[in-house]
């Protein structure tokens, strides 16, 4: 079967959302099938780039080429998930939580933007008419499965994958530190594990391991502590 993994990506930027699509377009080799990987850089740091980006994946259509040589295209993260395709299927890293969950906090579109919301109200169309077509919508973890239930009301399944390199893993006696792997970004709240810590009564060893915005705020707070 000839397979399109479509999805997003920040240029320079490496993280779970990667890994997970390298894992995935991997197993479907090793499995014998044929990959195409479909993808866009994208950028949210103001309205007008998140609409730039779903402009270019609603109007890429690949039913006019007989599904453009792909049998089934499975989306990753929005928006690449709303790319036209007559045979689709999604494995949902997450909604685009600015306009979801995240709606008006610091981390999510404001309330009180006229744009914002319009792009709200456009997103939760989309979302909706995608899904809608698509043969099966699967999550990564029934949070996600939650929140797709809760803004949209659409049933999903929960498919949880491996973590990269799964086969090097192995069991052995726990280390005494806290591990932290992710992206060093204020949404991922590694500046809460620090807070903790400073309120520790006893020493406790965490390690925290990424690149991202937040090193050097996350640095100066480390010494304080």
Same mark, same amino acid.
């Given at each position: 079967?000839? /397979?399109? /993994?479509? =999805?997003?990506? =920040?240029?320079? +930027?490496?993280?779970?959302?990667?890994?997970?699509?390298?894992?995935?377009?991997? %197993?479907? *080799? @090793? %499995?014998? #099938?044929? +990959?195409?990987?479909?993808? #866009?850089?994208?950028?949210?740091? =103001?309205? $007008? &780039?998140?609409?730039?980006?779903?402009?270019?994946?609603?109007?890429? &259509?690949?039913?006019?080429? *007989?599904?453009?040589?792909? &049998?089934?295209?499975?989306?990753l993260k929005w928006p690449a998930y709303l790319i036209g395709h007559p045979v689709a299927t999604a494995w949902l890293l997450h909604q685009h939580r600015p306009a979801y969950?995240?709606?008006?906090?610091?981390?999510?579109?404001?309330?009180?933007?006229?744009?914002?919301?319009?792009?709200?109200? @456009?997103?939760? $169309?989309?979302? %909706?008419?995608?899904?809608? !077509?698509? !043969?099966?919508?699967?999550?990564?973890? *029934?949070? /996600?499965?939650? @929140?797709? $239930? %809760?803004?949209?009301?659409?049933?999903?399944?929960?498919?949880? #994958?491996?973590?990269? =390199? $799964?086969? *090097?893993?192995?069991?052995a006696p726990s280390a005494p530190f806290i591990l932290v792997p992710s992206r060093l970004e204020s949404l991922k709240r590694q500046d809460l594990l620090l807070d903790g810590?400073?309120?520790?009564?006893?020493? /406790?060893?965490? +390690?925290? +391991?990424?690149?991202?915005?937040?090193?050097?705020?996350?640095?100066?707070?480390?010494?304080?502590?």
């Amino acid at each position: 079967m000839r /397979v399109g /993994v479509a =999805s997003v990506y =920040s240029p320079g +930027v490496r993280g779970g959302a990667e890994f997970l699509a390298d894992g995935l377009c991997n %197993a479907l *080799q @090793r %499995a014998g #099938h044929c +990959v195409h990987r479909i993808i #866009h850089p994208f950028s949210y740091a =103001s309205i $007008a &780039d998140a609409v730039r980006s779903m402009d270019v994946w609603e109007s890429q &259509d690949l039913a006019p080429y *007989q599904g453009g040589g792909i &049998d089934l295209m499975i989306g990753l993260k929005w928006p690449a998930y709303l790319i036209g395709h007559p045979v689709a299927t999604a494995w949902l890293l997450h909604q685009h939580r600015p306009a979801y969950d995240l709606f008006g906090t610091p981390f999510g579109f404001s309330a009180h933007d006229p744009a914002a919301l319009a792009l709200r109200a @456009r997103i939760e $169309a989309a979302d %909706a008419n995608a899904f809608a !077509r698509m !043969r099966a919508v699967f999550t990564i973890s *029934q949070r /996600v499965s939650d @929140r797709l $239930a %809760a803004s949209l009301g659409k049933t999903s399944t929960p498919l949880y #994958h491996p973590p990269d =390199s $799964a086969d *090097q893993f192995w069991n052995a006696p726990s280390a005494p530190f806290i591990l932290v792997p992710s992206r060093l970004e204020s949404l991922k709240r590694q500046d809460l594990l620090l807070d903790g810590l400073a309120q520790c009564r006893q020493a /406790v060893n965490a +390690v925290i +391991v990424g690149e991202g915005g937040m090193r050097s705020e996350l640095m100066k707070k480390k010494e304080k502590l």
